[in-house]
Protein backbone atom coordinates (compact mmCIF):
# COMPACT_ATOMS: atom_id res chain seq x y z
CA UNK A 1 0.00 0.00 0.00
CA UNK A 2 1.42 3.52 -1.03
CA UNK A 3 1.57 6.02 2.40
CA UNK A 4 -0.63 9.23 2.42
CA UNK A 5 1.47 12.29 1.57
CA UNK A 6 2.77 13.90 4.56
CA UNK A 7 3.35 18.03 4.60
CA UNK A 8 2.27 20.44 1.95
CA UNK A 9 1.49 20.42 -1.75
CA UNK A 10 2.98 23.44 -3.66
CA UNK A 11 0.47 26.27 -3.74
CA UNK A 12 -0.79 27.18 -7.29
CA UNK A 13 1.18 30.47 -7.49
CA UNK A 14 4.60 30.62 -9.30
CA UNK A 15 7.27 30.19 -6.95
CA UNK A 16 11.49 29.83 -7.64
CA UNK A 17 12.28 26.71 -7.43
CA UNK A 18 11.13 22.88 -6.04
CA UNK A 19 14.62 20.61 -4.75
CA UNK A 20 14.08 17.34 -5.20
CA UNK A 21 15.66 14.44 -3.14
CA UNK A 22 14.82 10.83 -4.10
CA UNK A 23 15.15 9.08 -0.73
CA UNK A 24 15.93 5.23 -0.03
CA UNK A 25 17.07 4.66 3.92
CA UNK A 26 20.18 6.26 4.57
CA UNK A 27 18.38 8.19 7.51
CA UNK A 28 21.28 10.24 8.80
CA UNK A 29 22.51 11.35 5.32
CA UNK A 30 18.99 12.02 4.05
CA UNK A 31 17.57 14.03 6.93
CA UNK A 32 20.93 16.12 6.48
CA UNK A 33 20.19 16.55 2.88
CA UNK A 34 16.53 17.04 4.07
CA UNK A 35 17.56 20.68 6.75
CA UNK A 36 19.99 21.61 4.24
CA UNK A 37 17.54 22.35 1.64
CA UNK A 38 15.02 23.77 3.96
CA UNK A 39 18.07 26.26 5.09
CA UNK A 40 18.24 27.54 1.58
CA UNK A 41 17.71 31.39 1.70
CA UNK A 42 17.00 34.19 -0.52
CA UNK A 43 14.99 32.70 -2.70
CA UNK A 44 11.23 30.77 -2.93
CA UNK A 45 11.70 27.32 -2.74
CA UNK A 46 9.42 24.04 -1.71
CA UNK A 47 11.59 20.60 -0.57
CA UNK A 48 10.04 17.63 -2.36
CA UNK A 49 11.12 14.20 -1.14
CA UNK A 50 9.97 10.87 -2.89
CA UNK A 51 10.64 7.87 -1.01
CA UNK A 52 11.47 4.87 -3.26
CA UNK A 53 10.72 2.28 -0.47
CA UNK A 54 12.78 3.01 2.44
CA UNK A 55 12.14 0.88 5.88
CA UNK A 56 8.90 1.75 8.02
CA UNK A 57 11.31 3.44 10.43
CA UNK A 58 13.28 5.77 7.85
CA UNK A 59 9.57 6.93 6.44
CA UNK A 60 8.43 7.71 9.94
CA UNK A 61 11.14 9.78 11.11
CA UNK A 62 11.05 11.77 7.60
CA UNK A 63 7.25 12.21 8.09
CA UNK A 64 8.16 13.30 11.61
CA UNK A 65 10.59 15.96 9.91
CA UNK A 66 8.22 16.78 6.78
CA UNK A 67 4.98 17.10 8.92
CA UNK A 68 4.54 20.24 10.55
CA UNK A 69 6.45 22.25 7.68
CA UNK A 70 4.66 24.14 5.04
CA UNK A 71 7.79 24.33 2.68
CA UNK A 72 8.01 20.78 2.26
CA UNK A 73 6.70 17.72 0.77
CA UNK A 74 7.21 13.74 1.41
CA UNK A 75 5.09 11.62 -1.28
CA UNK A 76 6.01 7.29 -1.77
CA UNK A 77 6.67 6.54 -5.21
CA UNK A 78 4.95 2.90 -3.98
CA UNK A 79 8.52 1.16 -4.92
CA UNK A 80 11.49 1.59 -6.41
CA UNK A 81 11.10 3.49 -9.77
CA UNK A 82 15.48 4.12 -10.44
CA UNK A 83 16.73 8.23 -10.64
CA UNK A 84 15.03 9.03 -14.13
CA UNK A 85 11.79 8.18 -13.50
CA UNK A 86 11.82 8.69 -9.52
CA UNK A 87 12.77 12.83 -10.41
CA UNK A 88 10.47 12.39 -13.76
CA UNK A 89 7.71 12.18 -10.66
CA UNK A 90 9.07 14.59 -8.04
CA UNK A 91 9.23 17.35 -10.61
CA UNK A 92 5.62 16.63 -11.82
CA UNK A 93 4.73 17.67 -7.91
CA UNK A 94 5.90 21.20 -7.91
CA UNK A 95 5.97 24.33 -10.09
CA UNK A 96 8.62 26.14 -9.46
CA UNK A 97 10.49 27.72 -12.14
CA UNK A 98 13.86 25.94 -11.67
CA UNK A 99 14.44 22.01 -10.91
CA UNK A 100 16.79 21.57 -8.65
CA UNK A 101 18.09 17.84 -7.65
CA UNK A 102 20.17 16.86 -4.93
CA UNK A 103 21.24 13.75 -4.00
CA UNK A 104 20.36 11.74 -0.69
CA UNK A 105 23.93 11.95 0.17
CA UNK A 106 24.46 15.26 -0.61
CA UNK A 107 24.00 18.80 1.14
CA UNK A 108 24.68 22.20 -0.64
CA UNK A 109 27.77 24.55 0.60
CA UNK A 110 25.82 27.24 1.69
CA UNK A 111 22.94 28.44 2.45
CA UNK A 112 22.64 30.50 -0.72
CA UNK A 113 23.56 27.90 -3.17
CA UNK A 114 19.97 27.32 -4.58
CA UNK A 115 19.21 31.02 -4.83
CA UNK A 116 22.69 31.73 -6.57
CA UNK A 117 21.49 28.61 -8.79
CA UNK A 118 18.52 30.43 -9.61
CA UNK A 119 20.42 33.83 -10.35
CA UNK A 120 22.90 31.99 -13.27
CA UNK A 121 19.51 30.46 -14.70
CA UNK A 122 18.13 34.33 -14.97
CA UNK A 123 21.08 35.45 -15.97
CA UNK A 124 21.33 33.66 -18.73
CA UNK A 125 18.01 32.98 -21.18
CA UNK A 126 19.93 30.53 -23.12
CA UNK A 127 20.71 27.67 -20.09
CA UNK A 128 18.59 24.42 -20.19
CA UNK A 129 20.56 23.83 -16.74
CA UNK A 130 23.75 23.77 -14.73
CA UNK A 131 25.69 21.57 -13.30
CA UNK A 132 27.21 22.21 -9.52
CA UNK A 133 30.62 21.56 -8.62
CA UNK A 134 30.57 18.26 -6.75
CA UNK A 135 32.83 18.30 -3.61
CA UNK A 136 34.16 15.26 -1.09
CA UNK A 137 31.77 15.41 1.97
CA UNK A 138 33.50 17.28 4.13
CA UNK A 139 34.07 20.61 1.32
CA UNK A 140 37.99 19.74 1.36
CA UNK A 141 38.26 18.82 -2.43
CA UNK A 142 36.50 17.11 -5.38
CA UNK A 143 34.44 13.72 -5.10
CA UNK A 144 36.81 12.12 -7.85
CA UNK A 145 34.08 9.62 -8.89
CA UNK A 146 31.50 12.57 -9.28
CA UNK A 147 33.62 14.09 -12.12
CA UNK A 148 30.95 13.71 -15.58
CA UNK A 149 33.43 16.54 -17.34
CA UNK A 150 36.61 16.13 -20.07
CA UNK A 151 39.93 15.18 -17.83
CA UNK A 152 41.65 18.25 -19.04
CA UNK A 153 39.21 20.82 -17.20
CA UNK A 154 39.71 19.20 -13.80
CA UNK A 155 42.24 22.27 -12.77
CA UNK A 156 38.99 24.58 -13.97
CA UNK A 157 36.76 22.81 -11.02
CA UNK A 158 36.11 25.85 -9.34
CA UNK A 159 35.35 28.19 -12.27
CA UNK A 160 32.77 27.62 -15.07
CA UNK A 161 32.38 26.25 -18.38
CA UNK A 162 30.20 25.28 -21.23
CA UNK A 163 29.77 21.41 -21.38
CA UNK A 164 27.61 19.10 -22.41
CA UNK A 165 26.10 17.29 -19.38
CA UNK A 166 26.09 17.74 -15.53
CA UNK A 167 26.49 15.07 -12.83
CA UNK A 168 23.01 14.21 -11.06
CA UNK A 169 24.41 14.43 -7.65
CA UNK A 170 23.73 18.31 -7.67
CA UNK A 171 22.11 20.71 -10.31
CA UNK A 172 19.33 22.96 -11.52
CA UNK A 173 17.64 22.80 -14.92
CA UNK A 174 15.19 25.68 -16.13
CA UNK A 175 11.60 23.98 -16.28
CA UNK A 176 10.61 25.41 -19.34
CA UNK A 177 13.24 23.20 -21.03
CA UNK A 178 12.57 20.26 -18.71
CA UNK A 179 9.42 20.71 -20.40
CA UNK A 180 10.17 21.06 -23.93
CA UNK A 181 12.28 18.22 -24.35
CA UNK A 182 10.16 16.01 -22.24
CA UNK A 183 12.25 15.13 -18.46
CA UNK A 184 14.31 12.10 -18.25
CA UNK A 185 13.94 8.77 -20.47
CA UNK A 186 12.30 6.60 -17.83
CA UNK A 187 13.84 3.44 -19.58
CA UNK A 188 17.24 4.36 -18.74
CA UNK A 189 16.19 3.96 -14.77
CA UNK A 190 19.91 4.02 -13.51
CA UNK A 191 22.65 6.21 -15.09
CA UNK A 192 23.55 8.04 -18.47
CA UNK A 193 19.75 10.28 -17.83
CA UNK A 194 21.47 13.59 -17.49
CA UNK A 195 23.69 12.58 -20.70
CA UNK A 196 20.13 11.75 -22.46
CA UNK A 197 18.42 14.90 -21.19
CA UNK A 198 21.32 17.40 -21.84
CA UNK A 199 21.86 15.82 -25.83
CA UNK A 200 17.72 16.50 -26.22
CA UNK A 201 18.04 19.86 -24.77
CA UNK A 202 21.44 20.63 -27.29
CA UNK A 203 19.13 19.38 -30.32
CA UNK A 204 16.94 22.27 -28.85
CA UNK A 205 18.88 24.71 -28.89
CA UNK A 206 19.64 25.11 -25.63
CA UNK A 207 22.88 25.30 -24.11
CA UNK A 208 24.53 23.88 -20.67
CA UNK A 209 26.92 25.80 -17.90
CA UNK A 210 29.07 23.94 -15.45
CA UNK A 211 29.45 26.34 -12.36
CA UNK A 212 32.46 25.64 -9.58
CA UNK A 213 31.50 28.40 -7.45
CA UNK A 214 28.25 26.90 -6.85
CA UNK A 215 28.59 23.37 -4.95
CA UNK A 216 27.23 20.51 -3.28
CA UNK A 217 29.23 18.08 -0.46
CA UNK A 218 28.30 14.39 -1.34
CA UNK A 219 29.32 12.28 1.58
CA UNK A 220 30.60 8.62 0.95
CA UNK A 221 26.83 6.89 2.23
CA UNK A 222 27.85 3.50 3.64
CA UNK A 223 24.23 2.31 3.22
CA UNK A 224 22.70 1.24 -0.40
CA UNK A 225 26.29 2.27 -2.11
CA UNK A 226 26.75 0.15 -5.24
CA UNK A 227 30.00 -0.77 -6.21
CA UNK A 228 31.36 -1.18 -9.82
CA UNK A 229 29.09 -4.86 -9.84
CA UNK A 230 28.02 -6.66 -12.63
CA UNK A 231 24.59 -5.42 -12.56
CA UNK A 232 25.74 -1.24 -12.75
CA UNK A 233 28.50 -2.33 -15.44
CA UNK A 234 25.31 -3.75 -17.12
CA UNK A 235 23.33 -0.45 -16.78
CA UNK A 236 26.25 1.69 -17.56
CA UNK A 237 26.79 0.34 -20.88
CA UNK A 238 22.82 -0.77 -21.93
CA UNK A 239 22.37 2.91 -21.20
CA UNK A 240 25.10 4.15 -23.17
CA UNK A 241 24.73 2.31 -26.32
CA UNK A 242 21.25 2.85 -26.33
CA UNK A 243 21.51 6.59 -25.87
CA UNK A 244 23.73 6.26 -29.14
CA UNK A 245 21.26 4.09 -31.18
CA UNK A 246 18.68 6.86 -30.37
CA UNK A 247 20.63 9.64 -31.87
CA UNK A 248 21.56 7.42 -34.76
CA UNK A 249 25.73 7.14 -34.24
CA UNK A 250 27.54 6.37 -37.22
CA UNK A 251 28.27 2.78 -37.01
CA UNK A 252 31.82 3.14 -37.43
CA UNK A 253 31.97 5.14 -34.19
CA UNK A 254 29.14 3.03 -32.56
CA UNK A 255 30.96 -0.17 -33.41
CA UNK A 256 34.58 1.15 -31.86
CA UNK A 257 32.05 2.42 -28.76
CA UNK A 258 30.84 -1.14 -28.65
CA UNK A 259 34.39 -2.61 -28.83
CA UNK A 260 35.94 -0.29 -26.30
CA UNK A 261 32.82 -1.16 -23.54
CA UNK A 262 33.11 -4.79 -24.15
CA UNK A 263 37.29 -4.45 -23.91
CA UNK A 264 36.79 -2.61 -20.62
CA UNK A 265 34.29 -4.91 -19.10
CA UNK A 266 37.10 -8.41 -20.35
CA UNK A 267 39.40 -6.59 -18.30
CA UNK A 268 37.11 -6.02 -15.30
CA UNK A 269 36.25 -9.38 -14.98
CA UNK A 270 32.97 -8.29 -16.52
CA UNK A 271 32.88 -9.39 -20.05
CA UNK A 272 29.68 -11.51 -19.98
CA UNK A 273 27.72 -8.59 -18.47
CA UNK A 274 29.14 -6.19 -21.88
CA UNK A 275 27.92 -8.77 -24.19
CA UNK A 276 24.58 -8.83 -22.29
CA UNK A 277 24.37 -5.04 -21.97
CA UNK A 278 24.57 -4.95 -26.19
CA UNK A 279 22.54 -6.88 -26.55
CA UNK A 280 19.71 -5.28 -24.14
CA UNK A 281 20.96 -1.76 -25.58
CA UNK A 282 19.12 -2.83 -29.49
CA UNK A 283 15.94 -4.46 -27.15
CA UNK A 284 15.95 -0.82 -25.18
CA UNK A 285 16.19 1.08 -28.79
CA UNK A 286 13.76 -1.43 -30.96
CA UNK A 287 10.65 0.67 -31.61
CA UNK A 288 11.94 3.79 -30.28
CA UNK A 289 12.46 7.24 -32.63
CA UNK A 290 15.89 7.37 -33.82
CA UNK A 291 17.14 10.49 -34.67
CA UNK A 292 20.60 12.51 -36.41
CA UNK A 293 21.95 15.20 -33.94
CA UNK A 294 21.53 18.54 -35.76
CA UNK A 295 24.65 20.12 -37.52
CA UNK A 296 24.59 22.89 -34.68
CA UNK A 297 24.07 20.12 -31.85
CA UNK A 298 26.95 18.59 -33.12
CA UNK A 299 29.03 21.65 -33.43
CA UNK A 300 28.30 22.21 -29.70
CA UNK A 301 29.13 19.30 -28.63
CA UNK A 302 32.65 18.91 -30.70
CA UNK A 303 33.27 22.80 -29.06
CA UNK A 304 32.53 22.18 -25.49
CA UNK A 305 33.40 18.35 -25.28
CA UNK A 306 34.92 16.69 -28.05
CA UNK A 307 37.50 18.91 -28.62
CA UNK A 308 38.88 19.10 -24.87
CA UNK A 309 38.62 15.25 -24.66
CA UNK A 310 42.01 15.14 -27.12
CA UNK A 311 42.83 12.33 -29.50
CA UNK A 312 42.01 8.68 -30.25
CA UNK A 313 44.96 7.05 -28.11
CA UNK A 314 43.95 9.98 -25.34
CA UNK A 315 40.32 9.16 -24.96
CA UNK A 316 41.03 5.01 -25.55
CA UNK A 317 43.66 4.94 -22.45
CA UNK A 318 41.77 7.09 -20.17
CA UNK A 319 37.92 6.06 -21.27
CA UNK A 320 38.78 2.41 -22.15
CA UNK A 321 41.78 1.00 -20.44
CA UNK A 322 42.00 2.71 -17.13
CA UNK A 323 39.71 1.72 -14.07
CA UNK A 324 36.15 2.78 -13.40
CA UNK A 325 35.94 6.11 -11.54
CA UNK A 326 36.66 5.61 -8.19
CA UNK A 327 37.30 2.03 -7.88
CA UNK A 328 40.27 2.71 -5.03
CA UNK A 329 37.63 4.73 -2.79
CA UNK A 330 34.26 3.86 -2.03
CA UNK A 331 32.09 3.24 -5.15
CA UNK A 332 29.57 6.25 -6.31
CA UNK A 333 26.40 6.60 -4.26
CA UNK A 334 22.95 5.93 -5.54
CA UNK A 335 20.66 8.67 -5.24
CA UNK A 336 17.53 6.64 -4.34
CA UNK A 337 17.52 3.74 -5.95
CA UNK A 338 19.29 0.26 -5.63
CA UNK A 339 21.64 1.12 -8.97
CA UNK A 340 23.15 3.64 -9.79
CA UNK A 341 25.88 5.05 -12.08
Request: with cysteine; proline share 4%.
Amino acid sequence: MTAPDLGRHPPAEAYDADILILTLDRLTETEAALRSAVAQVGLTRRVILLDQGSAPETWQRLAALVAEREDALLVSAGGNLGVAEGRNRAAALGLGRVIIALDNDAVFADATTAARAVAVLDLRPDLAAIGFRIMNGDGSGEDEASWGYPEGLRPQAAGRFDCATFVGAGHAIRRSAWEEVGGYDARLFFTWEEFDFSLRAIQAGWRLLYTGDIAVHHALAAERRVGWSGRRWFLFTRNRLYIALKWRTPWPSFGLRVLGYWARGVRHGLGRQSVAAIIASFLLARGRRHEALSPAALAYLQEVDGDRRGGLLRRLWREVLTGFPGKSQPARRNRGVTKRR
